[in-house]
């Protein structure tokens, strides 16, 4: 629906799907990492608000926030093998 209202609206999508995201394998993301079960997925945007709207909607949810690329997470979209 997102997709469709961004498509409508003219908007460049901000926001993606990771399904066994390899960003919680870095050392600043363990906590988190602890908190949800495997294999986990992730809603990636950079809009916060979109974040907020989704962790209201979504069960067994962690929220947190990093900034990609860095040293630890090169690629805030990649999968783990």
């Known amino acids: 629906e997102r997709v469709r ?3 409508e609206q003219g908007k460049a999508i901000d926001f993606w799907l990771v399904k066994r995201p ?3 394998q870095a050392p600043e993301l363990k906590a988190i ?3 949800v079960p495997q294999p986990a997925a992730a809603v990636v945007s950079t809009d916060p608000k ?3 709207f989704m962790k209201l ?3 067994f949810v962690a929220k947190g926030s990093f900034e990609a690329p860095s040293s630890s997470i090169p ?3 990649a999968s783990a093998a």
């Open 75 to 77: 690629d805030a979209l």
């Open 50 to 52: 979109f974040i907020d």
């Open 33 to 35: 990492a602890e908190q």
């Open 22 to 24: 390899a960003f919680l």
């Open 57 to 59: 909607r979504l069960e």
């Open 5 to 7: 209202n961004y498509g």
